[in-house]
Nanobody, 122 residues
Framework: QVQLQESGGGSVQAGGSLRLSCAAS??????MAWFRQAPGKEREGVAF????????YCADSVKDRFTVSRGYRDNTLYLQMNNLKPEDTAMYYC?????????????????WGRGTQVTVSS
């Protein structure tokens, strides 16, 4: 069983930065990911990271602005978000899946946090 708890969301102006954290308990030697869901839109993958800490970004719009990383010492997943834009406004979720398969589709992940809200104003 894996439990996930996100933190670090908030309200910022465009161009600002936030660092999201996802504290994990249980066996987290798996692919982990960040997803987001804006009001009225479907949930979308933001980035995922392999058990060996290889990152992959799900959209070109975040590739040069967001950085996903993980710390095994503190069992935490991170998402550093720079140069935030109003279109980044969403609820951000942390997810954990299997040890062998990762990707940008939410069906690949079995465990989910409750989310943390990010609001970017122009």
């Amino acid at each position: 069983q894996v439990q996930l708890q996100e933190s670090g969301g908030g309200s910022v102006q465009a161009g600002g930065s936030l660092r999201l954290s996802c504290a994990a308990s249980g066996d987290t030697r798996s692919y982990m990911a960040w997803f987001r869901q804006a009001p009225g839109k479907e949930r979308e993958g933001v980035a995922f990271i392999s058990p060996r800490s290889n990152p992959t970004y799900c959209a070109d719009s975040v590739k040069d602005r967001f950085t996903v990383s993980r710390g095994y010492r503190d069992n935490t997943l991170y998402l550093q978000m720079n140069n935030l834009k109003p279109e980044d406004t969403a609820m951000y979720y942390c997810a954990a899946g299997s040890r062998s398969i990762g990707g940008c589709a939410d069906v690949l992940y079995n465990y989910w946090g409750r989310g943390t809200q990010v609001t970017v104003s122009s």
